[in-house]
């Protein structure tokens, strides 16, 4: 299974801190200034990069990731498209892990073989589609982890002790803790309860866990981070690229600059996160 | 060893999966499958139930009024002169639509769930409105998404909505129809999923949707099977009904599924033509993929995304279609054509003069369907049409069109 991912949360666990995975929309607001968000986005202190796939439809998200899917998309972004930002970006950087994040229509339209030998061949690492639960393994999770793409899970809150196992089987990489019920971008959910939730999935499981959803500032990554694995930021991302555009949609000078300020701030907040566990 | 094969039948999907050949499915978010599952449990349980049976069938007859009647089109026969034309008056219901039958049935199951809220997504308002009714009745306070395009066309549902109690609220994303009326429910649901249940309007969506919206239809099609015999002493040589969705055809149509001597006809919106973008017709001219929780034929470009749909009748107003239809479709048991908007609004016209019945916009495309066959059918031969709603919702639409102030 792709190595890149495993040595990856190896080298945090050395370290002895979580890590920082972030999300940003492929093509937001054009395929250009997304690359150079991309490729800015180790140096700034991300650990692994979540890579959007526009949709349409994004039934599981909040306005700010469905806004910048929809700019994407007037872009000219498409799946094609999202792939070749991946390979452009692996051309500098073997190193950092690469997770596809969307929707299962623009897949199954590309034909799942045929997008998983590019995927591969783009250096992707592993993949997360949101509408693709367990019992849709045979779909796409199965013959990407017979090609060697990591399948990431989502787990939530409404997962019982009963469903873990059903989620928690076929699943790689990493797991992909839902802090709360409801869409991308809501509040930040009480970092207690979080803690608690890690917990019992890792009574089940040995991958790292990382949680997500409502992470917005420092303070809530290093919160958040003191109980996981892994930290995933997302929406705050996505709404700083939004806030950098010009009136009419396009990107500025600062666009890039917009995204890298946050992300470094919140690697701050994330390396200084088992220091705040230790307190 | 000597085993014969089990008759052929096209009435036993879905499977345990909620599977229609390739069609149907599960695709929705882990938040949702503990739901999906609780729901498909509860459901399983309450079809066998006699006491909810019993329920569902005395709600049917005081509340909705059932059976409704299978009307003959007189008028309407002699002035295209071929086959005899039988409405099956779903339009007839309490609300006015088919939309009731469905609804009854699922805050039935909400109730037995303990859920306390209730949630609905609605194009044309019909099944916005027949959710507000059952949500009043049963009081449970509800809100119901609809796209701000539709709130604006559909005004007086709107406002029967906020009489029953409901909150409406406009959905902006997208192109603010049906869709994204649908997206913004999904996301609702997702949200408070522990109280909360969705009564989705069309047989579509996650299993068991389409398997149980068309369970809570086929009311329409048992009745009418009956009624017909008690009639005619003989089933119709042809089923005409529109899919938007595809509830009420998929009610009018399943219980006559194994019989092979009925053709079976279902009618989309073809808008203003299928050579440009401006239709809705899914079947005719979309492809396999994957929305709302289900695969099914979708309107889609290249890439795999999901096209904004047109028709006159905001309730065909959809880029997709139930999964069964699209079953149905690839196995060759129905036929799926297009009609246009002007055709269907000549259908509302001619239907209005002639029986006295103005039906809505939706069944006038499968009436323009009639009108085009009856008369190159034979005058003993018999067409059976579900008129599935009527048109007091469309008259502010339709004499906009016409050039008349109302």
Not at chain 1, 19 to 40: C, E, N, V, W
Not at chain 1, 191 to 211: E, F, M, N, Y
Not at chain 2, 249 to 268: K, S, T
Not at chain 2, 272 to 287: N, P, V, Y
Request: with cysteine; hydrophobic share 40%; glycine share 12%.
């Amino acid at each position: 299974m792709t190595a890149r991912m495993d040595k990856r949360f190896a080298d945090l666990k050395a370290e002895g801190r979580p890590g920082l995975i972030t999300y940003m929309m492929g093509g937001d607001p054009d395929f250009q200034t997304s690359l150079g968000i991309m490729k800015a986005l180790p140096g700034a202190g991300a650990d692994v990069i979540e890579l959007g796939m526009p949709f349409s439809d994004p039934m599981a998200d909040g306005p700010a990731i469905q806004l910048a899917g929809q700019r994407a998309l007037a872009g000219g972004q498409t799946l094609a498209k999202t792939l070749d930002l991946a390979r452009e970006f692996r051309k500098d950087d073997q190193d950092t892990p690469i997770v596809l994040m969307g929707y299962y229509n623009p897949i199954y339209n590309m034909g799942v073989e045929t997008f998983l030998d590019q995927a591969l061949e783009a250096g992707i690492d592993g993949l997360i589609v949101v509408d693709l639960p367990p019992e849709m393994d045979d779909e796409l999770c199965i013959p990407a982890l017979a090609k060697g793409v990591n399948f990431i899970r989502l787990a939530t809150p409404t997962t019982d002790e009963k469903r873990l196992p059903t989620v928690l089987r076929n699943t790689s990489g990493f797991v992909y803790y839902v802090s709360m019920n409801g869409i991308t971008g809501s509040a930040l959910p009480d970092p207690s309860l979080v803690g608690a939730a890690v917990q019992r999935i890792k009574a089940h499981t040995d991958l790292p866990i990382c949680v997500g959803f409502g992470v917005k500032t420092a303070d809530h990554a290093r919160a958040i981070g003191a109980a996981a694995d892994g930290v995933v930021v997302g929406s705050a991302i996505v709404a700083q690229v939004a806030g950098s555009l010009t009136a009419d949609g396009k990107a500025t000078d600062h666009t890039v600059s917009a995204v890298t300020t946050l992300v470094s701030g919140l690697a701050t907040g994330v390396r200084s996160a088992r220091l705040a566990a230790a307190e | 060893m000597n085993q014969s094969l089990k008759p052929n039948s096209f009435r036993a999907g879905p499977d345990e999966d909620g599977r229609f050949g390739i069609y149907g499915g599960r695709f929705v978010a882990e938040t949702l499958m503990p739901l999906i599952l609780d729901l498909e449990a509860e459901w399983n349980k309450a079809k066998t139930d006699p006491e909810f049976q019993a329920e569902l069938a005395h709600l049917g007859t005081h509340y909705i009024g059932r059976p409704s009647p299978l009307y003959f089109a007189e008028r309407l026969t002699a002035e295209l002169g071929g086959a005899k034309i039988y409405f099956k008056r779903d339009e007839l219901n309490h609300t006015g639509s088919h939309k009731i039958n469905n609804c009854i049935g699922q805050i039935l199951l909400a109730k037995r769930m303990g859920k306390k809220r209730i949630i609905a997504e609605t194009g044309a308002g019909q099944h916005g409105v027949a959710s507000a009714t059952v949500a009043a009745r049963f009081g449970f306070p509800c809100v119901v998404y609809m796209g701000a395009t539709d709130v604006e066309r559909q005004a007086p549902n709107v406002f029967r909505m906020k009489l029953l109690g409901a909150e409406v609220k406009p959905v902006t994303s997208g192109h603010g129809t049906l869709k994204d009326a649908m997206n913004e429910a999904l996301r609702d649901w997702v949200t408070n999923v522990e109280d909360t249940y969705y009564i989705i309007g069309t047989a579509a969506g996650p299993h068991p949707y389409p398997e149980m919206v068309r369970e809570f239809q086929s009311v329409i099609g048992k009745e009418a099977r009956e009624q017909m015999m008690a009639a005619e002493g003989r089933l119709p040589d042809m089923l005409v009904a529109a899919v938007g969705g595809g509830s009420n055809a998929i009610g009018l149509f399943h219980p006559f599924l194994d019989d092979e001597g009925v053709r079976i006809v279902g009618v989309e919106a073809g808008g203003k033509g299928l050579d440009g973008e401006e239709h809705c017709a899914s079947l005719t001219a979309g492809r396999p993929g994957v929305l709302h929780g289900n695969r099914t034929y979708l309107l889609q470009d290249g890439d795999g995304q999901i096209k904004e749909g047109h028709s006159i009748s905001a309730g065909l107003d959809y880029p997709g279609i139930g999964p069964e239809h699209s079953w149905l479709k690839d196995s060759g048991r129905v036929e799926y054509v297009p009609i246009k908007d002007d055709e269907a609004l000549a259908a509302f016209q001619l239907l209005t003069r002639t029986e006295g019945i103005i039906p809505a916009l939706e069944p006038s495309h499968a009436l323009a369907e009639v009108i085009k066959r009856a008369p190159t059918m034979d005058k003993d031969q018999i067409i059976l049409m579900n008129l599935c709603g009527r048109g007091d919702k469309d008259i502010f639409t339709v004499g906009k069109i016409l050039g008349m102030g109302l």
